[in-house]
């Protein structure tokens, strides 16, 4: 899994509250959307999935969507949005990107555990491994 966000905070309580719900999961974070791209260039095995977050650095996270979208090898590759942003317009604009789901970081850290359980239950990630 790759959760791309800017904030270096959130990435920190994002990767332990995956850890504590999937310990087994392999994480690698990025912080920019150029970042993630050029990692995804890189990437021997494709990530089984990416959390992203819109307000990036250097590329945002709709420039860095569009471009995920538009190679062919990553076509498939599930990419769900996690933002601050609760706007409908956002949550359409990265639907029509391609995004496969859109998540609004709650207000207090202390709920992404309850909001990754659901994620992790939806999305059914028991194991993933991701290799660079």
Known sequence: MI?????????????????????????RALYDGEELLAALEQCETVPNLILLDLHMPQVNGFD?????????????LPVVVLSTSSTE?????????????????????DQISSLFGTFVKEWQLITVTIRF
């Open 3 to 27: 959760p791309a966000t800017a904030d270096r905070d959130d990435q920190y309580f994002f990767e332990q509250a995956l850890k504590t719900l999937v310990p087994s999961m392999t994480i």
């Open 64 to 76: 860095a969507l569009a471009q995920v979208r538009s190679e062919v090898h990553l076509k498939e």
């Open 89 to 109: 317009q956002d949550r359409q604009r990265a639907l029509q990107l391609g995004a496969d789901g859109f998540l609004t970081k709650p207000p207090i850290l």
